[in-house]
């Protein structure tokens, strides 16, 4: 009986563990999420999703993913939108608070291969949605680092883009194989930025 | 009640001993579809297999694991299938929970489980796998109840004649393990191991008795290697006998089921599509969709309602006598 109660000892130890890992949030909880207000003199960084890829591949693109609700017609998910950064904030979690405020869909994992989070999924378009060499990267101010999404401090000023590729990174800039080397950006975001605001008639 | 227990006195009692046949016969019987031609058997289960594997349609899937269900119950008895969906059942169930824990796609998320969703659209294709799974495994329980090994050598023998050796024992190994397991252990008990009221002691016991099987298993192996090869297996010009002749009712079988199946694969490809993400879509019901869904019902259902309907005169020609 001795055995008994140490075999149940340890397996509820082992139970204990696993429920304290876990967190548990409704729907409604998950997505209440608090943005920094911009103030005056505050750091920001640009944020954008994007999608405009899978348009000139809608070939590869999974049937059942071919609804403006999912793709929109001009492939932003998110335009770049200024967001106030926390000190020591990385990519991801920038990422992750601009679209629990906005109710996007997103799915990733830590992968302890890379300490990393990989991010697999935005707006419920994923890795392979759109052919076998699909999948999201991110770029800053135009180029794509060689790092895992957490692991990319950002810092004042910052220009991310979140990139859906269909070819490996090739058709976005970011070549998977010559990462260091890119520092080409076909849709080049700081132009971008710049021409947002100048059709707002702000200044940056 | 009272009439076994006189008749249990009297040994010589004729009624007694002619209900026993009767009964023993009546539970001995073989199944009808064990007498079919092997040819129609390894068309029907193995097409039967592959049609289940390589579609995830709740309602095709459903359809072919109640046939299948059904048909391992009216071959092995009930108590037996009761006892190996006790073990299915939990799988099933494991199978469907596992899957949302990877898989974070879906439109209809339920919670939020560390940071990522916990979806409707990724438990229904859990279900879905699991039910695909467990489906197989009960066609293929089937399979290897009629598919005896005189069988598959009959069929196989002439053209793949080492692969169809190795398959049939490789099949047969199963049944094998699980009866020198039985052994192993009331050999144990009788020795008076397991006395032990403690869990733990008992489930430690059972690593003993696994053991011992290893053990038997690369032993037996051995032997059967040494003893077949002095029974000249393997050689050329082996002939085996087999008394499996092709009947009018074989070939209205094998036309009927190649008739169902074609007619299935032609729902299947042209309707009973199926999308899990990210939002679910597959119940329709379609010219194709109903053609499909007809189809499994006939072919999944043939072999049980067979086996339902021998049982069926059977029982009333026992009762006759």
């Given at each position: ?8 000892c340890?397996?509820?130890v082992?139970?204990a563990?696993?429920?304290?890992g ?33 348009l000139?591949?809608w070939?590869?693109?999974?049937p059942?993913?071919?609804y ?9 998910l ?13 990519v991801?979690?920038?990422l ?22 990989y ?8 890795e392979f ?65 710049h021409?947002a ?8 | 009640?009272r ?7 009297n040994k ?13 016969l ?10 079919f ?5 390894l ?13 995830l ?6 359809v ?29 169930a494991?199978?469907a929970?596992?899957n ?5 796609k879906g439109?209809?998320?339920l ?15 859990g279900?879905?796998a ?16 009629v598919?005896?090994s ?9 053209i ?5 050796l ?18 192993i ?15 733990t002691?008992r489930?430690?016991s059972?690593?003993r008795?696994l ?8 032993e ?30 074989d070939l209205?079988i ?6 169902a ?5 032609a729902g ?6 199926v ?6 879509k597959?119940?329709s ?12 019902a006939v ?6 309602l ?6 069926i005169k059977?029982r ?6």
């Amino acid at each position: 009986m001795k055995k008994d109660l140490l075999v149940l000892c340890i397996v509820g130890v082992m139970i204990a563990f696993l429920v304290t890992g876990t967190k548990i949030q409704s729907v409604d909880d998950y997505y209440l999420t608090h943005l920094d207000e911009i103030a005056e003199g505050s750091e920001t960084v640009f944020l954008g999703i994007r999608c405009d890829t899978i348009l000139d591949n809608w070939g590869d693109l999974d049937p059942n993913l071919r609804y403006e609700k999912y793709v929109p017609g001009d492939g932003i998910l998110l335009p770049l939108t200024e967001y106030a950064l926390r000190p020591g904030d990385t990519v991801f979690e920038t990422l992750n608070r601009a679209v629990r405020h906005n109710r996007i869909q997103m799915a990733c994992v830590y992968s302890y291969q890379y300490s990393s989070v990989y991010v697999q999924g935005i707006n419920h378009l994923f890795e392979f949605s759109c052919g076998p060499l699909s999948g999201w990267m991110y770029q800053v101010n135009g180029r794509f680092p060689n790092y895992g999404c957490s692991q990319y401090k950002l810092k004042d000023g910052d220009v991310v883009e979140w990139m859906y590729t269909c070819d490996l990174g090739r058709d976005v800039g970011g070549d998977f194989w010559n990462l260091g080397a890119t520092a080409y950006a076909p849709a080049d975001p700081i132009a971008r930025l710049h021409r947002a605001y100048a059709a707002e008639g702000g200044e940056i | 009640m009272r009439k076994t227990k006189e008749s249990k006195g009297n040994k010589g009692d004729l009624d007694f001993a002619e209900k026993r046949t009767a009964n023993a016969l009546y539970k001995k019987r073989a199944g009808v579809t064990e007498s079919f031609h092997p040819v129609i058997l390894l068309v029907y289960f193995v097409g039967m297999a592959a049609v289940t594997m390589v579609t995830l349609h709740p309602v095709l899937l459903g359809v072919s694991f109640i046939g299948a269900v059904f048909c391992t119950g009216m071959l092995t008895g009930m108590r037996k299938l009761l006892k190996s969906l006790a073990y299915s059942i939990p799988m099933l169930a494991v199978i469907a929970v596992i899957n949302p824990m990877f898989v974070h796609k879906g439109e209809t998320i339920l919670f939020f489980y560390n940071n990522n969703p916990v979806t409707l659209e990724a438990i229904l294709y859990g279900a879905a796998a699991a039910l695909m799974i467990v489906a197989v495994f009960y066609w293929f329980k089937c399979y290897s109840i009629v598919m005896t090994s005189d069988k598959v050598i009959y069929l196989f023998g002439r053209i793949l004649p080492r692969l169809s050796l190795v398959l049939s024992m490789t099949l047969g190994f199963v049944p094998k393990l699980k009866k020198q397991y039985k052994k192993i252990s009331a050999a144990q008990k009788s020795m008076g191991m397991y006395a032990s009221n403690s869990v733990t002691d008992r489930v430690l016991s059972r690593f003993r008795v696994l053991s011992a099987l290893v053990g038997w298993a690369l032993e037996s192996s051995v032997e059967t290697a040494d003893s077949m090869s002095a029974k000249g297996y393997g050689l050329r010009g082996r002939s085996s006998y087999a008394t499996y002749s092709w009947t009018r009712r074989d070939l209205f079988i094998l036309v009927f089921v190649l008739l169902a199946l074609g007619v299935l694969t032609a729902g299947m490809s042209l309707g009973a599509g199926v999308g899990f993400y990210p939002a679910f879509k597959g119940i329709s019901a379609g010219l194709w969709d109903i053609v499909a869904y007809a189809g499994i019902a006939v072919l999944g259902l043939f072999a049980g309602l067979m086996e339902l309907w021998e049982n069926i005169k059977w029982r009333l020609f026992v009762s006759k006598v």
